[in-house]
């Protein structure tokens, strides 16, 4: 009964290629969100969605596109990957406050 | 700029001792704070939330104080255990939607 989920867990590339991760969550949640984590374990937002509707948008390169289908998924495109995109990201959702947080996909870009 | 520092990188304590971690922030206002526990590998999952109005929280062997005259939060860990072991995350609401986290603090609980 995973909450969060997201896939891959493991993504290794190479630069310039395009790559999606996706996110699902099935706790009814409005919420979602696109975190980052960098080597030095800090954890940043990148996009949040609330009812399929962008409403967070950090200064991030325009190389990277949420999607959200539906109220359930939020999907990350990234194109033309550099190495700097190399990182944990985390997709989570929210309610009111709490947020709970999918297990991670770790990008790889050689 | 808006800043939220962990007080250290690490803290090592010995089994049964009380770890208490630091939250300082500047120029943030938050309605509430809260803290995460992330072990290695993992997602960071929510242990505890304090609202600006609140002095203190507890849960189990946590307890968070929150002082929004300070500035500060400070989060304890009683009766340590090694299970304990983990990274610790706090992180601000800055509006309806956004957290910002701070660095967080490594504990090891050594037995």
Known sequence: DTAVSQTPKYLVTQMGNDKSIKCEQNLGHDTMYWYKQDSKKFLKIMFSYNNKELIINETVPNRFSPKSPDKAHLNLHINSLELGDSAVYFCASSHISEQFFGPGTRLTVL | ?111
């Open chain 2, 1 to 111: 700029s808006q800043k939220i520092e962990q007080n250290s990188e690490a803290l090592n304590i010995q089994e049964g001792k009380t770890a208490t971690l630091t939250c300082n922030y500047t120029n943030y206002s938050p309605a509430y704070l809260q803290w995460y526990r992330q072990d290695p590998g993992r997602g960071p999952v929510f242990l505890l939330l304090i609202r600006e109005n609140e002095k203190e929280k507890r849960k189990e062997r946590l307890k968070v104080t929150f002082d929004t005259t300070l500035k500060q939060s400070l989060f304890h860990i009683t009766a340590s255990q090694p299970a304990d072991s983990a990274t610790y995350l706090c992180a601000l609401l800055l509006n309806d939607y956004k957290l910002s986290f701070g660095a967080g603090t490594t504990v090891t609980v050594r037995a």
